[in-house]
């Protein structure tokens, strides 16, 4: 099992829907990372959180600690907003050192 | 303030080659991150650097590969004798800050190439 797990896989919407994409970790971390990854693979960082919730533009991030679950939220989604979102844990043990452990991430394709 | 560079942005290789993979961080960046993502799957860690320190190479195969970030320059990912199995995208990731609290390591908030794309023929 993953210790980084996220759903769905594969998610398609039409333009205007909010969009809600899960990530669940199976020990304590220090924070989580949202990215984006574009066509053509560059990657940007959306989101670093380690309590409560962020929210940039269209898009909001939240996390319970006590769950170990993040979610982010796409509201009014655009066919721009089309990549793959993956989230990548900072994992609260010693073997993880300062490195993160990614999902498998969630390729969202919004239609016009 | 230009962000994380990284060149070449492809690169192409013949089996037992060798391949050299740039990273420049931000301005400001002492922290270094290289990752893996080989086709269709997701991003792996290789290696995490410091100016002239090689902190955590856990992620990075034992033979072939190579890592350095020295006092002046780029961070250089090095990969000798090429085989077909290394054609992946390498992204280098920067950070102002990293660490540790106690025996947990931390990350800052990672700033991202455009990663460089290998193809070993």
């Known amino acids: 099992k993953n210790e980084v797990e996220q759903s769905p896989q594969n998610l398609t919407a039409q333009e205007g829907e909010f969009i809600t994409i899960n990530c669940s970790y199976s020990?304590?971390?220090?924070?989580l990372h949202w990215l984006q990854q574009h066509p053509g693979g560059g990657i940007v960082s959306l989101f670093m959180?380690?309590?409560g919730k962020k929210k940039h533009g269209r898009l909001i991030a939240t996390i319970n600690i006590q769950e170990k679950h993040s979610s982010l939220h796409i509201t009014a989604s655009h066919p721009r907003d089309s990549a793959v979102y993956i989230c990548a844990a900072q994992l609260l043990i010693k073997a993880a050192g300062n490195k993160l452990t990614f999902g498998g991430g969630t390729r969202v394709l919004v239609k016009p | 303030n230009a962000g994380v560079m990284q060149n070449p942005r492809h690169l192409v290789r013949r089996r037992g080659q060798e391949a050299r993979l740039r990273c420049s961080p931000m301005?400001?960046?002492?922290?270094v991150y290289w990752y893996r993502q080989l086709p269709e799957e997701g991003l792996k860690f290789m290696v995490y650097?410091?100016?002239?320190?090689?902190?955590?190479e856990s992620g990075m195969p034992k033979e072939r590969f190579s890592a350095e970030f020295p006092k002046e320059g780029p961070s250089i990912l090095r990969i000798q004798q090429v085989v077909r199995g290394d054609s992946a995208a390498y992204f280098c990731?920067?950070?102002?800050?990293?660490?540790?609290?106690?025996?947990?390591?931390?990350?800052?908030?990672?700033?991202f190439g455009e990663g460089s794309r290998l193809t070993v023929l």
């Open positions: 990731a920067s950070s102002k800050t990293s660490g540790t609290i106690g025996l947990v390591g931390y990350t800052g908030e990672l700033f």
């Open positions: 650097l410091q100016k002239e320190n090689i902190i955590d």
């Open positions: 020990v304590g971390i220090s924070a």
């Open positions: 959180l380690s309590s």
């Open positions: 301005k400001g960046h002492s922290h």
